[in-house]
């Protein structure tokens, strides 16, 4: 992780959840983490897997000069991209893994900003439905943020998080064709653990 937002966020999360893979949403408090909440973002994983925002801080709305609450995450990125990131986030929720992902954005006409975008599971203890909680980190807030809406985040790069202090790159054509098959094998309600082609992030715990 590049962005100190990032790794704040990840360490809180990580603490959280102890030796369980994942804390549960309403251990989450936001005014413990009150300093993040403007590139902070939570989201639903909903049935149509639309993955609508249920909570987007001031800079993530500033993006798209628009309040994100309620709207796919999904919209965010072209359309040819929009149903891998969708397996992407299934996959953080099935794996019960969080992933880290660099994309750059810009405005019409504009200059590529890149952004660091962390995906962290919640668990769904008496809830109906799962969440992720994440964050947007720019590399430096540029002057048009707020007044001009980006056209679309563009996927450079993911990346697992897992259990020692390495990063090694993904390959992102074979990630997504693993995380595809997660997705369609949880929709058959079998359960997917393929992982073997992915290469990881570590820096969190083990899970006993």
Same mark, same amino acid.
């Given at each position: 992780?590049?962005?100190?937002?990032?790794?704040?966020?990840?360490?809180?999360?990580?603490?959280?959840?102890?030796?369980?893979?994942?804390?549960? =949403?309403?251990?989450?408090?936001? *005014?413990? %983490?009150? /300093? +993040? !909440? $403007?590139?902070?973002?939570?989201?639903?994983?909903?049935?149509?897997?639309?993955?609508?925002?249920?909570?987007?801080?001031?800079?993530?709305?500033?993006?798209?000069?628009?309040?994100?609450?309620?709207?796919?995450?999904?919209?965010?990125?072209?359309?040819?991209?929009?149903?891998?990131?969708?397996?992407?986030?299934?996959?953080?929720?099935?794996?019960?893994?969080?992933?880290?992902?660099?994309?750059?954005?810009?405005?019409?006409?504009?200059?590529?900003?890149?952004?660091?975008?962390?995906?962290?599971?919640?668990? =769904?203890?008496?809830?109906?439905? *799962?969440? %992720?909680? /994440? +964050? !947007? $980190?720019?590399?430096?807030?540029?002057?048009?943020?707020?007044?001009?809406?980006?056209?679309?985040?563009?996927?450079?790069?993911?990346?697992?998080?897992?259990?020692?202090?390495?990063?090694?790159?993904?390959?992102?054509?074979?990630?997504?064709?693993?995380?595809?098959?997660?997705?369609?094998?949880?929709?058959?309600?079998?359960?997917?653990?393929?992982?073997?082609?992915?290469?990881?992030?570590?820096?969190?715990?083990?899970?006993?």
């Amino acid at each position: 992780m590049r962005h100190k937002a990032s790794l704040e966020l990840f360490q809180y999360w990580n603490a959280l959840r102890g030796r369980r893979a994942a804390p549960e =949403r309403a251990e989450v408090d936001l *005014a413990a %983490i009150r /300093g +993040l !909440i $403007a590139d902070m973002f939570m989201l639903e994983i909903d049935a149509a897997h639309r993955f609508p925002f249920v909570l987007s801080g001031t800079r993530v709305n500033a993006l798209a000069c628009v309040e994100q609450n309620s709207r796919s995450f999904l919209d965010l990125w072209p359309a040819h991209e929009a149903r891998n990131i969708g397996a992407m986030l299934l996959t953080v929720m099935d794996a019960s893994r969080p992933m880290l992902a660099t994309a750059t954005a810009a405005p019409a006409s504009g200059t590529d900003l890149d952004v660091e975008i962390l995906f962290l599971p919640l668990g =769904r203890h008496r809830q109906a439905r *799962a969440r %992720i909680l /994440g +964050l !947007i $980190a720019p590399s430096t807030p540029p002057s048009w943020l707020g007044l001009r809406p980006i056209e679309n985040l563009k996927l450079q790069s993911l990346h697992m998080i897992d259990d020692a202090m390495t990063q090694r790159e993904f390959d992102v054509r074979t990630l997504f064709r693993t995380a595809l098959a997660s997705a369609q094998a949880r929709q058959r309600d079998t359960p997917a653990r393929n992982v073997r082609h992915l290469r990881v992030i570590e820096g969190g715990r083990k899970i006993s």
